[in-house]
């Protein structure tokens, strides 16, 4: 299958003290790969690296056919990709709209804007009563629902998440993993999903990899991360 994202031998540091190293990842077309570790491992700062808001010193990352490693961050965000950050990164002031379509601010079409905002409704119909009330009068669940939604504004062939289950509820963390695996299953949009939430990101994704102080150090199918005596005791352990 082709890949969609592919991390070659990447390499970064932030003043001279190295924070990913030689890192090998890629992501295929419509597949949902799950990024674990626990903090510090490096894992926010490789979607920043995808991203160029940190340049790597080393290797090649690509995006399709694409190398966009050398690419601003508007260049490569143009290409296709959208971020939805650790901690929502909404602005609570705005209207929800407002927010929503700060995702889609590269479209310069509003007709297409409003069809893509159609369809994040549908996805997510709670929001169609929220569009004019202030985001940051929303709930966690509710803010963790607008921050996706803006993501798919963009219309992404790859949706980057960092963290979204951070501070969510147990029964509301159910529901969002549902809807990501929707989002990535019924819209076709390629996922990389950050998360220490182990056995929820493993419940839905095709392929997972493990960070451990800036390296990869176990990847394989949900199944075999699972099995690995060395992930349960790191990673897995009771919720």
Do not use: C, W
């Not at 995006?63 to 901690?87: C, F, M, W």
């Not at 479209?107 to 369809?119: A, H, P, S, T, V």
């Amino acid at each position: 299958m082709k890949n969609i994202l592919s991390l070659r031998d990447v390499s970064t540091r932030y003043d001279h003290v190295e924070i990913l190293n030689r890192i090998n990842l890629s992501v295929d077309q419509d597949a949902l790969v799950s990024l674990l570790g626990a903090n510090g491992a490096g894992k926010t700062t490789l979607l920043r690296t995808i991203l160029n808001l940190v340049q790597p010193y080393e290797g090649e990352i690509y995006l399709g056919e694409t190398r966009i490693d050398r690419l601003h961050t508007d260049k490569i965000v143009s290409q296709g990709i959208a971020i939805v950050p650790e901690g929502r990164g909404l602005f609570p002031k705005m209207t929800v709209q407002e927010n929503l379509f700060l995702g889609a601010y590269l479209e310069r079409d509003l007709n297409k804007k409003k069809k893509r905002l159609e369809i994040v409704l549908a996805l997510f119909p709670l929001l169609g009563e929220r569009l004019r009330q202030s985001a940051g009068t929303l709930s966690g669940g509710e803010q963790a629902m607008v921050s996706i939604a803006r993501g798919l504004m963009g219309d992404p062939r790859l949706l980057l998440l960092d963290e979204p289950s951070l501070g969510l509820a147990p029964l509301i963390v159910e529901k969002f993993f549902i809807t990501i695996e929707q989002v990535n299953k019924e819209n076709r949009i390629s996922v990389l999903l950050v998360e220490q939430n182990a056995r929820k990101a493993l419940s839905i994704a095709s392929y997972g990899y493990v960070l451990q102080k800036g390296r990869v150090i176990i990847e394989g199918t949900p199944e075999r991360l699972l099995e690995s005596n060395v992930i349960k005791q790191a990673y897995l352990k009771e919720d």
